[in-house]
């Protein structure tokens, strides 16, 4: 088991910024695929951005130019840096790990994000 813990989430008005942190264990860190995805209420969850082993990134079309994602290896720990944020940005974000050699998947419980304007 791979423990996931997400923080940085909470209100923000429209237009501001909020930074997320997914903090992990373990020696491998630097294998694991790691991402974010959101889930509105209502609505599916969502892909927002990945960043490989490797530091390669993608983004969902809906947050490209206004989030970042990163990572620490050293820290074991992952990042989503939002900027611009919309009310369609308030949703769960949750964190996610799938190990590169195994392609086994864990996820996080999810922090809140509520955009208001």
């Known amino acids: 088991q791979v423990p996931l813990v997400e923080s940085g989430g909470g209100l923000v008005q429209a237009g501001g910024s909020l930074r997320l942190s997914c903090a992990t264990s373990g020696s491998i860190f630097s294998l694991y695929h790691m991402g974010w995805y959101r889930q509105a209420p209502g609505k599916q969850r969502e892909l927002v951005a990945r960043i490989t082993s490797g530091g390669v990134t993608n983004y969902a079309d809906s947050v490209k130019g206004r989030f970042t994602i990163s990572r620490d290896n050293a820290k074991n720990t992952v990042y989503l840096q939002m900027n611009s944020l919309k009310l369609e940005d308030t949703a769960v974000y949750y964190c996610?790990?799938?190990?590169?050699?195994?392609?086994?998947?864990?996820w996080g419980k999810g922090t809140l994000v509520t955009v208001s304007s």
């Open positions: 996610n790990a799938v190990v590169s050699i195994n392609a086994k998947e864990f």
